[in-house]
């Protein structure tokens, strides 16, 4: 085995340079390890003890030792025991798997078995072998850690880079060294390269395994940096939610976490509050950490409270990190994460989440702060700039103004009561308020007043008497002044009602007129039906007797003309019932009752059925909806467009009458629908009115007052109607009942 010392040893700065430096980790690791007991710092350092073992015998030899046979043995196992306790380190980050393990130590042994039973000079395929079991472990292992470092952040993931790079160099010089040896090349021609790779990997693994404390330190500051940018980007937010939000994001992405809670601190049971229920104590040891503001890491659940077990197997995590949340000098909660596996320096990820929670504790500080301060100086404004804002309000303000203390007296008045009641302002200041009313209406003010101090509002009406001694009658709409729950005071708006006052005399004065109208349309409707209609029968009787006892001596010119003065006789008479009808539906009061509608159309149908008793007209009645009104007038409504409708659509091949309704705009909208004649839109404004029809006598009989009497009966009821037709395309009649305002394009 002259092989290895023979190249190994060659004098070369770059090699000492290289086994001074692994020999520093190990020493470094183990002292490490020495101080904080873990499983991962344990292999990390035995990692570096048994390439240290290699390289301490090898020095002993160079110095004159006789290490013989075994120590060779200890020097070669330490070189190729560093591959397996690599993947050994591994598997506590992935699930490496016992097979691949127990291959890979099997492989060593068989190795080491081989080496042992060798002669002075190792065969070329054993070195091969030898070579291949390093370099290829070695590689997957540097693949598996890239693989890792990408779902990490932050120093962690520049640790691990450097130790994949570590691993990767040193499978290379591995792989030179296995060249030189199997093709027997000289050691001058690849001794250059095989030291650069052997250096650049110790180098490597230095940086990614016990890093100096300034460089962390500069690769902190790094990633603090990147959050303390993102936190100016909310400086003037008052949201510490959103600071608390990107505190999780960074403690996230730097963690490599793949979920996160926030917990709210419980004083009182000096516990963490999740969003999902759970409740996470903070009992004594690592816990109490967290209210000193330091984060920790928990490697496993095992010890741990049930809820926090709960969280971790509801996020499918092995580890996790509590990272606490100050403001100020209490603790206000903790960032619960659980990061994807195991990690394999997680002293960084605390460092790092500890300067995260540091400062955003210090943001939150001043943030509190400011928005103190802000409060105060919103506070101090508000005061100052009150009084002032008060005599602006009332100066503005057009009604009359009256503010009252507790003890009745006048605190201040604006511009329109001095206006209105003609006293001065400094003439109303500090007076009693009940010197300015009579006694009847002083009592109405004590019993307002006594609301006020139970904080009610009202409004009001009473009389003031002004500086001349006039009455002015007043409405007061009152409301108690609450300064910090307590009623302090009064303020009254006051409204001057001597116009409204006038108003109503005027419209008592109307209504009265009114009434006697309405005395002198009953009389005239009274010599209307008894003054007209006589005259109106006599036409009809003498006309009848001529044609019943004369008809021999009449012609049949004669007789037709007779015939024709008795129908116009008897349709004008028609016609004056129709209008007193009409002009009677005016004076009718309005029942307004609950209404089943489906039950008054039904009602409806048969008062006019014998109408159109022989024709085929075909019903379909829709269910309609209840309303509010009056039950004879509405049911008269619906009477007068069914029977429009049949006698309109008569002459149809199947007359189809349609009665439903429909909601628009939150409004019901009735409607009776047929399939008749039609009519042209352009004269919808004829159609109601009184003796307007659009149809000749000889085709459609009637007096022209039926549609005009439905929207007087709409009218009354708060609504409206409107028709939809065409030429010999049937026509609909749409109306509401109450306050449903409906916009209707086809008239407007």
Same mark, same amino acid.
């Given at each position: 085995?002259?092989?290895?010392?023979?190249?190994?040893?060659?004098?070369?700065?770059?090699?000492?340079?290289?086994?001074?430096?692994?020999?520093?980790?190990?020493?470094?690791?183990?002292?490490?390890?020495?101080?904080?007991?873990? #499983?991962?710092?344990?292999?990390?350092?035995?990692?570096?003890?048994?390439?240290?073992?290699?390289?301490?015998?090898?020095?002993?030899?160079?110095?004159?030792?006789?290490?013989?046979?075994?120590?060779?043995?200890?020097?070669?196992?330490?070189?190729?025991?560093?591959?397996?306790?690599?993947?050994?380190?591994?598997?506590?980050?992935?699930?490496?798997?016992?097979?691949?393990?127990?291959?890979?130590?099997?492989?060593?042994?068989?190795?080491?078995?081989?080496?042992?039973?060798?002669?002075?000079?190792?065969?070329?395929?054993?070195?091969?072998?030898?070579?291949?079991?390093?370099?290829?472990?070695?590689?997957?292992?540097?693949?598996?850690?890239?693989?890792?470092?990408?779902?990490?952040?932050? /120093?962690?993931?520049?640790?691990?880079?450097?130790?994949?790079?570590?691993?990767?160099?040193?499978?290379?010089?591995?792989?030179?060294?296995?060249?030189?040896?199997?093709?027997?090349?000289?050691?001058?021609?690849?001794?250059?390269?095989?030291?650069?790779?052997?250096?650049?990997?110790? &180098?490597?693994?230095?940086?990614?395994?016990?890093?100096?404390?300034? =460089?962390?330190?500069?690769?902190?500051?790094?990633?603090?940096?990147?959050?303390?940018?993102?936190?100016?980007?909310?400086?003037?937010?008052?949201?510490?939610?959103?600071?608390?939000?990107?505190?999780?994001?960074?403690?996230?992405?730097?963690?490599?976490?793949?979920?996160?809670?926030?917990?709210?601190?419980?004083?009182?049971?000096?516990?963490?509050?999740?969003?999902?229920?759970?409740?996470?104590?903070?009992?004594?040891?690592?816990?109490?950490?967290?209210?000193?503001?330091?984060?920790?890491?928990?490697?496993?659940?095992?010890?741990?409270?049930?809820?926090?077990?709960?969280?971790?197997?509801?996020?499918?995590?092995?580890?996790?990190?509590?990272?606490?949340?100050?403001?100020?000098?209490?603790?206000?909660?903790?960032?619960?994460?659980?990061?994807?596996?195991?990690?394999?320096?997680?002293?960084?990820?605390?460092?790092?989440?500890? =300067?995260?929670?540091?400062?955003?504790?210090?943001?939150?500080?001043?943030?509190?702060?400011?928005?103190?301060?802000?409060?105060?100086?919103?506070?101090?404004?508000?005061?100052?700039?009150?009084?002032?804002?008060?005599?602006?309000?009332?100066?503005?303000?057009?009604?009359?103004?009256?503010?009252?203390?507790?003890?009745?007296?006048?605190?201040?008045?604006?511009?329109?009561?001095?206006?209105?009641?003609?006293?001065?302002?400094?003439?109303?200041?500090? #007076?009693?308020?009940?010197?300015?009313?009579?006694?009847?209406?002083?009592?109405?003010?004590?019993?307002?007043?006594?609301?006020?101090?139970?904080?009610?509002?009202?409004?009001?009406?009473?009389?003031?008497?002004?500086?001349?001694?006039?009455?002015?009658?007043?409405?007061?709409?009152?409301?108690?002044?609450?300064?910090?729950?307590?009623?302090?005071?009064?303020?009254?708006?006051?409204?001057?009602?001597?116009?409204?006052?006038?108003?109503?005399?005027?419209? #008592?004065?109307?209504?009265?007129?009114?009434?006697?109208?309405?005395?002198?349309? +009953?009389?005239?409707?009274?010599?209307?039906?008894?003054?007209?209609?006589?005259?109106?029968?006599?036409?009809?009787?003498?006309?009848?007797?001529?044609?019943?006892?004369?008809?021999?001596?009449?012609?049949?010119?004669?007789?037709? @003309?007779?015939?024709?003065?008795?129908?116009?006789?008897?349709? @004008?008479?028609? @016609?004056?019932?129709?209008?007193?009808?009409?002009?009677?539906?005016?004076?009718?009061? /309005?029942?307004?009752?609950?209404?089943?509608?489906?039950?008054? /159309?039904?009602?409806?149908?048969?008062?006019?059925?014998?109408?159109?008793?022989?024709?085929?007209?075909?019903?379909?009645?829709?269910?309609?909806?209840?309303?509010?009104?009056?039950?004879?007038?509405?049911? #008269?409504?619906?009477?007068?467009? &069914?029977?429009?409708?049949?006698?309109?659509?008569?002459?149809?091949?199947?007359?189809?009458?349609?009665?439903?309704?429909?909601?628009?705009?939150?409004?019901?909208?009735?409607?009776?629908?047929?399939?008749?004649?039609?009519?042209?839109?352009?004269?919808?404004?004829?159609?109601?009115?009184?003796?307007?029809?659009?149809?000749?006598?000889?085709?459609?009989?009637?007096?022209?007052?039926?549609?005009?009497? /439905?929207?007087?009966?709409?009218?009354?009821?708060?609504?409206?109607?409107?028709? +939809?037709?065409?030429?010999?395309?049937?026509?609909?009649?749409?109306?509401?009942?109450?306050?449903?305002?409906?916009?209707?394009?086809?008239?407007?």
């Amino acid at each position: 085995m002259d092989w290895v010392p023979r190249i190994v040893n060659a004098p070369d700065v770059l090699t000492i340079l290289t086994q001074s430096l692994l020999v520093l980790i190990a020493v470094l690791t183990a002292a490490d390890w020495i101080r904080q007991r873990g #499983r991962v710092r344990l292999k990390i350092s035995l990692l570096f003890l048994s390439l240290a073992s290699s390289i301490l015998i090898g020095l002993l030899t160079d110095l004159g030792f006789q290490v013989g046979q075994a120590g060779r043995l200890i020097s070669l196992a330490g070189m190729l025991a560093h591959p397996f306790l690599l993947l050994w380190l591994l598997s506590d980050l992935y699930p490496v798997g016992r097979l691949a393990l127990l291959a890979a130590a099997a492989g060593l042994a068989a190795l080491l078995l081989a080496f042992s039973l060798a002669a002075e000079a190792a065969p070329p395929a054993l070195v091969g072998l030898a070579v291949a079991y390093f370099a290829s472990i070695e590689v997957a292992a540097a693949l598996l850690i890239l693989r890792l470092a990408r779902i990490r952040q932050g /120093v962690l993931r520049r640790r691990m880079v450097l130790v994949a790079a570590g691993s990767g160099l040193l499978a290379a010089a591995i792989m030179l060294l296995g060249l030189m040896v199997l093709l027997q090349l000289p050691p001058a021609w690849g001794q250059a390269g095989l030291a650069v790779l052997a250096s650049a990997s110790a &180098i490597c693994y230095y940086l990614g395994f016990v890093p100096p404390g300034w =460089l962390r330190r500069a690769w902190l500051l790094n990633e603090l940096e990147r959050f303390l940018s993102s936190a100016s980007a909310l400086a003037q937010d008052s949201d510490a939610r959103k600071l608390i939000e990107l505190l999780t994001e960074a403690a996230e992405r730097a963690t490599g976490s793949s979920a996160s809670m926030l917990g709210c601190h419980q004083p009182e049971t000096d516990s963490l509050a999740f969003a999902t229920g759970s409740e996470l104590p903070l009992e004594a040891g690592d816990h109490q950490s967290l209210l000193r503001g330091q984060s920790i890491h928990l490697s496993t659940f095992e010890e741990q409270p049930v809820a926090l077990r709960d969280l971790a197997s509801e996020s499918n995590a092995s580890s996790a990190y509590l990272m606490p949340i100050h403001a100020g000098p209490d603790m206000w909660g903790a960032v619960l994460l659980f990061p994807r596996g195991r990690t394999l320096f997680p002293w960084d990820d605390l460092a790092l989440l500890d =300067l995260l929670g540091r400062q955003t504790s210090v943001q939150l500080g001043y943030r509190a702060l400011l928005e103190q301060e802000r409060h105060l100086s919103d506070a101090l404004k508000e005061q100052n700039n009150l009084l002032v804002r008060n005599e602006l309000y009332l100066a503005q303000m057009r009604d009359p103004v009256w503010i009252v203390d507790n003890d009745n007296r006048t605190v201040d008045v604006n511009p329109a009561f001095e206006a209105m009641f003609g006293f001065g302002r400094e003439e109303v200041l500090g #007076r009693e308020v009940f010197g300015f009313f009579d006694e009847d209406n002083q009592a109405i003010l004590r019993a307002e007043f006594a609301r006020r101090a139970q904080g009610q509002t009202s409004t009001y009406e009473v009389s003031l008497t002004n500086k001349h001694g006039e009455s002015v009658p007043i409405i007061i709409t009152g409301s108690p002044i609450v300064q910090d729950g307590a009623v302090v005071g009064k303020i009254g708006v006051l409204k001057d009602i001597r116009a409204q006052k006038e108003l109503e005399a005027e419209l #008592r004065m109307t209504a009265r007129r009114l009434e006697a109208v309405n005395h002198e349309l +009953e009389a005239f409707s009274y010599s209307v039906s008894h003054d007209l209609r006589g005259p109106l029968r006599a036409v009809d009787g003498f006309s009848r007797i001529l044609l019943e006892e004369h008809a021999a001596d009449l012609d049949d010119e004669a007789r037709s @003309m007779l015939e024709r003065i008795r129908a116009n006789a008897q349709r @004008m008479g028609e @016609m004056i019932t129709h209008l007193l009808a009409f002009s009677r539906l005016g004076r009718q009061g /309005v029942d307004l009752q609950p209404l089943d509608v489906n039950a008054l /159309v039904t009602e409806a149908l048969e008062e006019v059925q014998a109408e159109w008793e022989g024709s085929p007209v075909k019903i379909e009645l829709h269910s309609l909806p209840r309303c509010r009104g009056d039950r004879v007038l509405l049911k #008269r409504v619906f009477a007068n467009l &069914i029977s429009n409708a049949a006698k309109f659509s008569r002459h149809a091949v199947n007359p189809l009458i349609e009665i439903g309704a429909e909601a628009r705009n939150g409004a019901t909208v009735y409607y009776v629908k047929d399939n008749g004649v039609g009519f042209d839109m352009a004269y919808v404004d004829k159609l109601f009115g009184v003796f307007q029809r659009l149809h000749r006598q000889e085709d459609f009989e009637g007096t022209g007052v039926g549609l005009a009497t /439905v929207q007087r009966i709409i009218h009354r009821h708060g609504g409206r109607i409107w028709p +939809e037709s065409r030429p010999e395309a049937g026509a609909t009649f749409f109306f509401t009942i109450g306050q449903g305002e409906i916009h209707d394009r086809s008239v407007d």
